[in-house]
Structures are given as structure tokens and as C-alpha cells.
């Protein structure tokens, strides 16, 4: 069968407004055609797969309901949008999502006029949405706003906030909570899908709306009153079906659960919805990878899939046995040997396992690991709790989510000193997930926080070494951070001993100039003085750069003694880091060597103070000057 036949209906539509010229009888094939494009794009195109499937109607539905984009959809968790980009005009590029210069990896208005809000964290969309329904009241804008939560996003802080303020506000705001089993359970009951289905129908809501006007008109119901009725109601509806219901106690009318991968009856429901007044909440079950049978069967592994073939839902993936492992496999491998050892250690990550390997800790001793959510800012706090009774918890946490739990980390871990490992994984450049992923701001928005000590390692040896040090007495609130992906060495299983806080190593010695770097970017560093000195020939003695590398190993304390030394040494320093120059190891070094009074000539090369997009992490080094050839660069100039 050609393309142009297999997609009859996605190729009639190059924004909304053709959709909703389709009759509602094509929508079922819409939304198969819409699922097979996704599954085709992302086998070579490797992206989030399970979530986009199982989100497809919900997709369809509100674009074909809803006035996009002068109505608002506020998507949470982004990569459940893959059909929302396709449906909004950017099919035809698809093929460059999130590849460098190419599509955002997730919703962004910097795209396209109909993402209303940045997505790429979790949990943001009630709020986000709730402010747009405000100002739309306050404009009198005659617009509807609808946030689109799911993926075990409601789980987060932020959402609860959100919902918190959704009723003591004057909105019509829509919540649409994509349920695919991944944060509320389902509910069931034949009183209470009564009840439900009562909700929602038509003449039920006419009435109703009817008897409000009558009493508002006689002026006996003031927002007080309308309040007090609609919880008397909300009372009479969890009487009948033993149960109470959460959003219904916030003064939100709650509708649901319904089917969500229904896409007939979702468009009848959310008609009856879109001009209802108040805040309410639609729940829906979803199967995520809906329609694809290995992403339904498997959705944590098919929530990312890597390359695969889309007939056979074979992954394509590539002997890895003779390279080095990843920095999260020995994070997890080297926690459960530390956990074996030392039975005060328990293990801690918001909703990770997989990602950050606890899961290895987590098969043998569940009991002392826990998955709390979505929610980073309360893992770390519960953590604190944990040290402050005897516990030694590793709290594992992406470094760009890490960001969420500033406050936790200043004033529930540091101020106390306790005894938290923080382990940031995805620090630094992270690739094709773009600027929301990125651990670029660890080490600045850290370093000023006092009692933290703070390391990152240059290869698989040292990780093992530093966990094995941070967990030791008297070590306090330690974090480290390491990179997304693989490291240099394949025997990594070293001795684990321990590393004294606060100190570096000299990797490589010369005399010309210094370079300080900290991270596995020295492993980078290391190469291009290598191609330096491969590259002295008798004709060019002299002329090339003699270098020393210094692997600092520690952001915090500094090793005073390397920077003693580089001081007296050196005239030229660079340092090197993968994080942001602003703040950083750069600044540490240049604010010691100005408070102590030396003056060298400092290059500080890490990342610019611009958010960095999508591309490979090879690629984004190379834009950001910190890849092998920008360090060649830089120490050949700095010699000049």
C-alpha cells in the first residue's frame, strides 16, 4: 500500500482546521494512521514512543473540539505530544525531531503557536494553565484553556499546588488527567460510572445550569452558596459511592474515569465539557503504547526504544559487551555493593529506577529502596529524614531535575549537614532532550551553599571511589554528579577505597600552561594534549604548547595546594568544565586567585550563558567549544 493511500486522512491535514472538517466517523482511522506515522518516524528516529501511542485520541480529540490555537492546550511531560506536533503542521519535519537545528524534543511556543507553554519537566500544566485561564478572564478573552496531565505527573508537588489554587480562583479551567496506570489507580464501581455518566449528560447539565441562573437571578446564589451546593452535592455523590473523591474536596468538578483511547465518546464528552462553567477534571484511562502490541506489553522499555523495526518490534541494539559501561551501571552495580556492606544505606530516586540503575539495588532489596514519584524536592527532604534517625541514603536524581529540590537541599539537608548522598546522573550535556534536560546548572547553583561537598569524577574508577567515600562517617551532605552514558574504562570494578575530600590530582605535567578541569571532560582534555604532542615534529619544537592537567575531582572544597602550586607555576590557566562558566569551577578558580592575590591570565571554557538546544552531545561540544578540537584551540593560543 503507498503512503499517500495508508494516509488518507493525516495527509488531508496540515494544521487543526482540517481536522475539524472531518466527520466524526473518521476519527478512529484518524488516530490509526496518526499512531502508524509516529511508530514509523520514531523506529529511525529514536524517541518517546509508549507515551505519544497511548495519548493519541486524547490528541485528536481536543484539536478537533477545541478552537486551537486561540484555544489553549497546556501539555505536562511533553513527549506524550508527538501527535500534537503532527497534527499542528510540522509532520513534514518531523523526521528532524530532536536533531540538531531540527524540532524542539518537546513542546515550546519559541516552535509553533499552538505549544502554549515550555514542557519538558513534569507536573507544570495546572498552574501554567490556570494562569492563562486567568488572564483570559481578566482580558475577556472568550478563549477555553485546557492543561493535559499525565504520565505519573500528577504525582508532583507543583500539580498539587496548582490544583490548590484552581478553586479559590475565578476560571473555566479544563484538567484533562491522562491516566495510563502510572500514577492514580483506576476506579470502579456500577453507582459510582452512574453517577459519572449523569455528570455528563446533556440535559442533566442543562438543568442544572438552568436552576443556577434562576437563583443567581433571585439573588440567592452568591459564590459562597454556589460553593456550599456544589460540595453538598459532592457529599451526596461520595455517600453513593463509598468513596470520597480528592478533586471534588478542592470545589472541582471531577468526570470520570472514562476511556480515554475511546476517541468517539471522548469527542461527545468533551463537548458536553467545553463550555461548562468552573474548574473541572475529566480523568481518563489510557494504555500507553496503545495499538503497538511490544510497547503495550513492555511500556517502561518502549518508553524510549532506541532504533527498532516497526514489523517485527525488534530493538536494534548493539553489542555493548566490549565496551565500558555506563556511569548509571555502576552507580547501581557499586550502590548494591555498598548497600551489602553497609546495612544503614537505602536507596532513593523520584521515579527513575530504570534510568538511574537503582532498579539493580532495588531486585534484591526492595525494602530499602524507594521510588517516590515525581517528585524531587520530597525525595531529597524524605531523605534528610532518613539520615537524621541513622539512615545513610543515596538520593538519586537527574541533575536537571535536581533544580526542583533546591530548598529541600539548602534547607533540609545542608543547613543540618546530614549525611545525604546526592548522586546527580545526566549531568552536563545530555543531547538529543535538549535545554529543559540539560545538567548544566549543578555546579553553579551548589557551590554557594555551605556544608556541601562536591565532586564529580573523571571516570568509572573514581565514581566507585567517591560513593565509597561519601558514605563513610563523618562525611556529611555530599553530592556527586557524572554524565549521561559511557565512560573510558572496561575494567572499572577497582577496590573501593577512599578518596580524601577535598583533593585533586596532577593527571599530566608541563610547563607552559595549566589546564584544571573536573568531570569525565578530562578524558578530553587528555586527548588533545596527546594530539599536541603527537603533532611536535623537530621542525615545530618548541612551538607547541607544554601542558599540565590537573583533574580537580572536587568543585567543593577546592584542593588548595593544586591551586598553589598552578599559582605559582603558571601565568596562563585554563579551566574546563561541563557545566555553565558562569559560577562554576572557572569562577571558583578565579575568585581564590584573586582573594589570595594572584593575577594569571584565566580562560574559562564550559557552557555559554544561553540555553543550549537539541543535538548529539558530540555536536553540542563541538558549538560550545568544549569538545577535543576547542581544547586543542585553546591551549595552542594560550601559548601564543
Not at 486522512?9 to 509516529?38: F, G, T, V, W, Y
Amino acid at each position: 500500500m503507498s503512503n499517500k493511500k495508508k494516509y488518507d486522512l493525516l495527509n488531508q491535514i496540515q494544521s487543526p482546521a482540517d481536522l475539524r472538517r472531518l466527520k466524526l466517523d473518521d476519527l478512529p482511522e484518524l488516530c490509526q494512521q496518526l499512531r502508524e506515522d509516529i511508530i514509523e518516524e520514531v523506529a529511525v528516529n529514536p524517541g518517546h514512543l509508549a507515551s505519544s501511542l497511548g495519548a493519541t485520541e486524547i490528541t485528536v480529540a481536543c484539536h478537533y473540539v477545541f478552537h486551537t490555537p486561540e484555544d489553549r492546550l497546556v501539555w505536562d511531560v511533553g513527549h506524550q505530544a508527538y501527535g500534537h506536533k503532527i497534527l499542528t503542521g510540522r509532520r513534514d519535519s518531523f523526521c528532524n525531531n530532536r536533531k540538531l537545528n531540527g524540532l524542539m524534543p518537546f513542546p515550546s511556543p519559541v516552535e509553533s503557536v499552538y505549544d502554549t507553554f515550555t514542557c519538558g519537566h513534569a507536573s507544570n500544566s495546572i498552574s501554567a494553565a490556570l494562569g492563562m485561564a486567568v488572564a483570559a478572564k481578566l482580558t475577556k478573552q472568550h478563549r477555553h484553556v485546557v492543561a493535559i496531565i499525565g504520565d505519573g505527573a500528577m504525582s508532583g508537588g507543583l500539580a498539587f499546588e496548582g490544583l490548590n489554587n484552581v478553586s479559590s480562583q475565578p476560571n473555566d479551567l479544563l484538567i484533562i488527567l491522562n491516566d495510563n496506570d502510572m500514577s492514580i489507580d483506576r476506579s470502579v464501581g456500577g453507582m459510582e460510572q452512574y453517577l459519572l455518566n449523569l455528570d455528563t449528560n446533556e440535559t442533566y447539565n442543562r438543568l442544572r445550569f438552568k436552576a443556577s441562573q434562576w437563583l443567581n437571578s433571585k439573588g440567592l446564589l452568591n459564590d459562597e452558596r454556589r460553593k456550599g451546593l456544589l460540595r453538598l452535592n459532592n457529599a451526596l455523590k461520595s455517600a453513593l459511592a463509598h468513596q470520597q473523591n480528592m478533586f471534588e474536596g478542592m470545589n472541582i468538578r471531577y468526570f470520570g474515569p472514562f476511556d480515554g483511547n475511546n476517541i468517539t465518546e471522548l469527542v461527545r464528552i468533551l463537548r458536553q465539557l467545553k463550555n461548562m462553567k468552573g474548574p473541572k477534571l475529566l480523568h481518563l484511562h489510557t494504555k500507553k503504547g496503545k495499538g503497538y502490541e511490544p510497547a503495550e506489553k513492555s511500556a517502561t522499555v518502549w518508553h524510549a526504544p532506541g532504533k527498532f523495526d516497526p514489523e517485527t518490534g525488534e530493538r536494534m541494539v548493539q553489542d555493548s559487551s566490549r565496551e565500558p559501561p555506563k556511569f548509571q551501571d555502576v552507580f547501581g552495580k557499586t550502590l548494591l555493593e555498598l548497600a551489602r556492606r553497609n546495612p544503614r544505606i537505602v536507596g532513593v530516586t523520584p521515579a527513575m529506577p530504570t534510568g538511574c540503575s537503582m532498579n539493580i539495588m532495588m531486585d534484591e532489596m526492595p525494602d530499602r529502596t524507594f521510588d517516590v514519584g515525581i517528585a524531587e524536592a520530597h525525595a531529597v527532604t524524605f531523605s534528610a529524614g532518613m539520615a537524621k534517625d541513622g539512615l545513610q541514603p543515596f538520593c538519586n536524581i537527574y541533575s536537571a531535575f535536581s533544580q526542583r529540590a533546591y530548598d529541600s537541599i539548602i534547607h533540609d539537608m545542608a543547613i543540618l549537614n546530614l549525611p545525604v548522598v546526592l548522586c546527580l546522573d545526566r549531568a552536563g550535556l545530555v543531547g538529543e532532550d535538549g535545554a529543559t534536560h540539560h545538567g548544566a546548572f549543578d555546579m553553579a547553583f551548589l557551590r554557594p551553599v555551605p556544608n556541601l561537598t562536591i565532586a564529580s569524577p573523571m571516570d568509572e574508577c573514581e565514581l566507585r571511589r567517591l560513593m565509597y567515600t561519601a558514605q563513610l562517617p563523618g562525611k556529611g551532605s555530599f553530592v556527586i554528579r557524572y554524565p549521561r552514558g559511557r565512560g573510558v574504562q572496561t575494567r572499572w570494578d577497582c577496590p573501593l577505597t577512599e578518596v580524601r575530600v577535598g583533593t585533586g590530582r596532577r593527571i599530566h605535567d608541563g610547563w607552559d600552561v595549566a589546564i584544571l578541569s573536573i568531570g569525565p571532560i578530562g578524558n578530553d582534555v587528555e586527548q588533545a594534549i596527546d594530539l599536541i604532542e603527537r603533532a611536535e615534529s623537530p621542525a615545530t619544537k618548541g612551538h607547541c604548547p607544554s601542558v599540565a592537567h590537573y583533574d580537580m575531582r572536587f568543585l567543593k572544597p577546592l584542593d588548595t595546594d593544586i591551586l598553589k602550586e598552578v599559582a605559582a607555576r603558571f601565568s596562563r590557566i585554563i579551566t574546563i568544565e561541563d557545566g555553565v562558566r558562569n559560577g562554576g569551577l572557572g569562577s571558583a578558580v578565579t575568585e581564590w586567585m584573586a582573594d589570595h592575590g594572584y593575577s594569571p591570565r584565566i580562560t574559562r571554557m564550559g557552557l555559554p550563558d544561553h540555553f543550549v538546544e537539541q543535538g548529539t552531545v558530540q555536536q553540542l561540544r563541538k558549538i560550545c567549544g568544549i569538545d577535543v578540537d576547542g581544547i586543542k584551540g585553546q591551549l595552542t593560543a594560550a601559548c601564543r
